[in-house]
C-alpha cells in the first residue's frame, strides 16, 4: 500500500483540512523576492556550465530514482 506523501494519520490530516477550512491554519511566511531572484540565476548559471553529457547523466539518475519510488 502506497502511504500519503502528508504527514500524520486520518485524523490529523482531517484536523489540518478543518483548521484550512476555517481560516484557523497557520499562515506560511511568503519568500523573499530576492532570496527566490538568487536561487533561479544560479539553476540558470549551473544550465549553462553543463555539458550536453553530464546534463544526460542526471537526467539518467532522476529517471532511475523516479522508478525506484
Known amino acids: 500500500m502506497k502511504r500519503s506523501p502528508k504527514k500524520g494519520?486520518?485524523?490529523?490530516?482531517?484536523?489540518a483540512v478543518v483548521q484550512e477550512a476555517t481560516g484557523q491554519a497557520a499562515q506560511t511566511k511568503p519568500k523573499d523576492p530576492a532570496a527566490v531572484a538568487?536561487?533561479?540565476k544560479g539553476g540558470l548559471t549551473r544550465a549553462k556550465t553543463l555539458s550536453p553529457e553530464r546534463r544526460r547523466q542526471?537526467?539518467?539518475?532522476?529517471?532511475?530514482a523516479r522508478k525506484a519510488v
Open 38 to 40: 538568487r536561487g533561479q
Open 58 to 64: 542526471i537526467a539518467t539518475q532522476a529517471r532511475a
Open 9 to 15: 494519520d486520518a485524523a490529523q490530516r482531517a484536523w
